[in-house]
C-alpha cells in the first residue's frame, strides 16, 4: 500500500516575508476593544519595513483610538497546500499633516508610498477621496510560514532538474 505524499510546511525567513508584503497591495487588518474582534480588508503600501494604509472615518478609528494593537495579515493562495501567509503584529499611528514637522514629514512620507499604488490619492481625480486617514503599522514582530504540496515540491524539483 502506497501512501500519498505529504505536504511540508516551513516558516519564512524575514527577506521572504518581507518580499510577500512588498509584492502584495491588500491585505487585512485584525482589531480589537472590549470583548469584540473584528477583521476588515485594507489596501495597503509595505515600504522600508513600514505598512502605510488609509481609510475613511468611522468605528475603525474609534476603535484604533482606545486599543492600537493590531495584527495584519496578508496571504498568496494557490491551493490548499500551496499558500504563503505573513502577519505583522504591532501598533497603528494615525499620521495627518498637522501638529510637529516630524508628524507632517511622516505623513508626506506615507501620501507619497500610498501615491506608487494610486497615484491620484488624495488628489482632485482621487477614486476613493473619502478616504482622508492615513494610517501607519511599524511592525514589532513579522512571521511567516509556507504550505508546499508534493506535486508543487516534484514540479519545483522537475523544473530545477531540467534547468
Known amino acids: ?7 511540508t510546511f516551513r516558516d519564512l525567513d524575514a527577506s521572504e516575508a518581507a518580499e510577500l508584503l512588498a509584492r502584495n497591495h ?3 487588518i485584525a ?8 477583521i476588515e480588508p485594507i489596501g495597503y ?25 493590531v495584527a495584519f495579515e496578508v496571504d498568496e493562495v494557490r491551493g490548499p497546500f500551496d499558500w504563503q501567509s505573513v502577519v505583522a503584529r504591532g ?5 495627518d499633516n498637522t501638529g510637529s514637522q516630524l508628524s507632517q514629514a511622516s505623513y508626506r512620507v506615507a501620501v507619497q508610498h500610498l501615491r506608487t499604488l494610486i497615484p ?7 477614486p476613493t477621496p473619502e478616504r482622508t486617514v ?8 513579522v512571521v511567516g510560514r509556507e504550505a508546499r504540496s508534493a506535486i508543487d515540491q516534484s514540479t519545483t524539483a522537475h523544473a530545477s532538474a531540467e534547468g
Not at 482589531?31 to 473584528?38: A, G, L, P, Q, T
Not at 501598533?91 to 499620521?95: A, I, K, N, S
Not at 494610517?135 to 514589532?140: E, S, V
Open 31 to 38: 482589531y480589537s476593544f472590549h470583548n469584540v474582534i473584528d
Open 1 to 7: 500500500m502506497t501512501t500519498a505524499p505529504r505536504p
Open 134 to 141: 492615513v494610517l501607519q503599522i511599524h511592525p514589532d514582530s
Open 45 to 69: 503600501i509595505y515600504a522600508d519595513g513600514v505598512i502605510y494604509m488609509r481609510t475613511q472615518p468611522g468605528s475603525k478609528l474609534e476603535t484604533l483610538a482606545h486599543a492600537p494593537w
Open 120 to 126: 491620484h490619492a488624495f488628489g482632485d481625480q482621487d
Open 26 to 28: 491588500v491585505g487585512r
Open 91 to 95: 501598533t497603528v499611528y494615525v499620521l
